[in-house]
């Protein structure tokens, strides 16, 4: 069993940035496909990022592309999502989600994908 453990969230203004950290715990990090996800009250789940198990391939929803990045260190085996000129629209509880994959490239953006999930970091930005 993976257990994922988040840190990193907070409440900001408009413009300022945040980082994200998510560390597997029982595997490797080089042996994940690890995303990003966030749900905002009274929305649905939707993908933010995620980075494929060599962490050489990126994918980015449209709305932070250009503003977050997704990392890997396998260093100290930590997933990070540097977040910068956050905006009010932002807000919401981000989840860190990882799963198995052969493929050293391949990263989904649809949540069924992902077996391991962590609780959650709340992020708030306000105007």
């Known amino acids: 069993q993976v257990k994922l453990v988040e840190s990193g969230g907070g409440s900001v203004q408009a413009g300022e940035s945040l980082r994200l950290s998510c560390a597997p715990s029982?595997?490797?990090?080089?042996?994940?496909?690890m995303a990003w996800f966030r749900q905002a009250p009274g929305q649905e789940r939707e993908f933010v990022a995620g980075?494929?198990?060599?962490?050489?391939?990126?994918v980015y929803a449209d709305s932070v592309k250009g503003r977050y990045t997704i990392s890997k260190d396998n260093a100290v085996n930590t997933m990070y999502l540097e977040m910068n000129g956050l905006k009010p629209e932002d807000t919401a509880l981000y989840s860190c989600?990882?799963?198995?994959?052969?493929?050293?490239?391949?990263?989904?953006?649809?949540?069924?994908?992902?077996?391991?999930w962590g609780q959650g970091t709340q992020v708030t930005v306000s105007s």
């Open positions: 989600a990882a799963h198995q994959s052969f493929s050293t490239l391949q990263v989904s953006t649809r949540g069924y994908a992902y077996t391991f």
């Open positions: 029982g595997r490797a990090l080089s042996s994940l496909v």
């Open positions: 980075v494929s198990r060599s962490g050489h391939n990126t």
